[in-house]
Nanobody, 125 residues
């Protein structure tokens, strides 16, 4: 599975961005696709995850109500719509995919073995 994230950039606080994660290499049936982020000096943290089959979603408390994860089945792509961005949302955002996760582990970065290169999101005041 190969993943390629894109869509990052520099925006002002309150603005929006949409990140894309294009996945290639195999069918995503049975996979979870997640977004994680890592700010300088901090650990990688969970942002959101989507179960490809059925589309169930989970969000971190910090982004609930502002971010929306979705998928385009035809394009094998997962999106992260980020609205009302805050300075604390600034980080490198990574998408990851993993087959066969259970609900209790899908928010943990260490269970994902397929990662794409990150995309930088910078939010200015």
């Amino acid at each position: 599975v190969q993943l390629q994230a894109s869509g990052g950039g520099l925006v002002q606080s309150g603005a929006y961005l949409r990140l894309s994660c294009a996945v290639s290499g195999r069918s995503l049936h049975g996979y979870h696709v997640g977004w994680f982020r890592q700010a300088p000096g901090k650990e990688r943290e969970f942002v959101s995850v989507l179960k490809w089959s059925g589309g169930a979603t989970v969000y971190a408390d910090a982004v609930e109500g502002r971010f929306t994860i979705s998928r385009d089945i035809a394009k094998n792509t997962v999106y992260l719509q980020m609205n009302s961005l805050k300075e604390e949302d600034a980080a490198v955002y990574y998408c990851a995919a993993q087959y066969g996760l259970i609900s209790t582990s899908r928010t943990r970065a260490d269970v994902y073995h397929n990662w794409g290169p990150g995309t930088q999101v910078t939010v200015s005041s």
